[in-house]
């Protein structure tokens, strides 16, 4: 298991400041001993229309330069164009297949494999029936037009942000329900603890098919300072086999956060955390044997 960190709380979203250049946000995410860097499709980092061709390959280049690697993508949510692929206006769901499918090449350009899917909300006047199936036909298309990319979907259930996707059931439903290879599950430990739900239930659950995780705790604090219960989570992880990337998606939900002290305070208690929890495990398997 490798840790990666989100770059919501270097890049403005969502209440502007403080704000930071994405080459800048590079150097204090590697500098601060994180194997990974999940990068937000929103300005001012790394919208895909204000990217250039030579932006694209400095990006890649200072990724490089600070072995750093691209852990995940993930879409510019809400406002603006909305990219809501649950919406009833069919110009968003087109805008938001074109999203989707950009961000896909500028992941694989950027050495990265994993792309998060947010399936949407509904709006009020829709049933739940069409969003999913409009949020479906949505996941569908990308799925098929990115193949050739080697990125995978991942889904996302966000019980705060949403009304339609909001449980590890709900994701395995549209996971199932596309059914394409390249389609698989994620999950929020924030989204989790606000649905009241249990942290070491989701790996257990959603098994072999969950590829990516987002880590905070209650408030979107660092884990370890709040309520979650990660201990038992990483217990979970390791019994399923889980070798993905833990990223922490914190410190964007307020203004007067410090970003540095919240991306060291969450890598200072999750590193020790897993590799304890690892040990202990090689531990018992060779007591076992």
């Not at 206006?89 to 938001?96: G, L």
């Not at 949403?162 to 994620?186: G, Y």
């Not at 309520?227 to 964007?252: N, R």
């Amino acid at each position: 298991m490798r840790i990666s960190y989100n770059t919501w709380a270097y890049s403005s979203f969502f209440v502007w400041v403080p704000a930071y250049t994405l080459d800048e946000t590079i150097k204090r995410i590697a500098g601060l001993g994180y194997d990974g860097i999940e990068i937000g499709a929103a300005a001012p980092h790394a919208y895909p229309p204000h990217l250039s061709a030579d932006r694209r390959a400095q990006v890649r280049d200072l990724l490089q330069e600070h072995g750093i690697s691209l852990s995940s993508m993930l879409p510019a949510p809400s406002g603006g164009p909305g990219n809501n692929p649950a919406s009833p206006n069919i110009e968003e769901r087109r805008a938001t297949v074109e999203h989707y499918k950009e961000l896909a090449e500028l992941t694989a350009f950027w050495g990265g494999k994993t792309l998060i899917y947010l399936p949407g909300w509904i709006i009020f006047g829709t049933t739940r029936r069409q969003a999913w199936a409009w949020s479906r036909e949505v996941l569908t298309e990308v799925a098929d037009a990115i193949a050739h990319t080697g990125v995978t979907l991942v889904i996302e259930p966000t019980s705060h942000d949403t009304n339609l996707c909001m449980s590890a059931d709900d994701a395995i439903e549209l996971m199932q329900d596309v059914n394409r290879p390249n389609v698989k599950l994620m999950f929020d430990t924030f989204h989790v603890m606000y649905n009241k739900e249990v942290l070491s239930d989701y790996p257990r659950k959603m098994g072999a098919d969950l590829k990516h995780i987002h880590i905070s705790d209650n408030d979107r604090l660092p884990p370890g300072s709040g309520v979650g219960d990660f201990p038992s989570l990483i217990d979970a992880l390791i019994e399923t086999g889980y070798d993905g990337y833990l990223t922490m998606e914190t410190g964007f939900h307020r203004r007067g956060i410090e970003p540095d002290e919240d991306a060291r305070t969450s890598i200072e208690y999750l590193r020790p955390l897993v590799e304890s929890k690892l040990a202990e495990h090689a531990a018992k398997t060779s007591k076992g044997q």
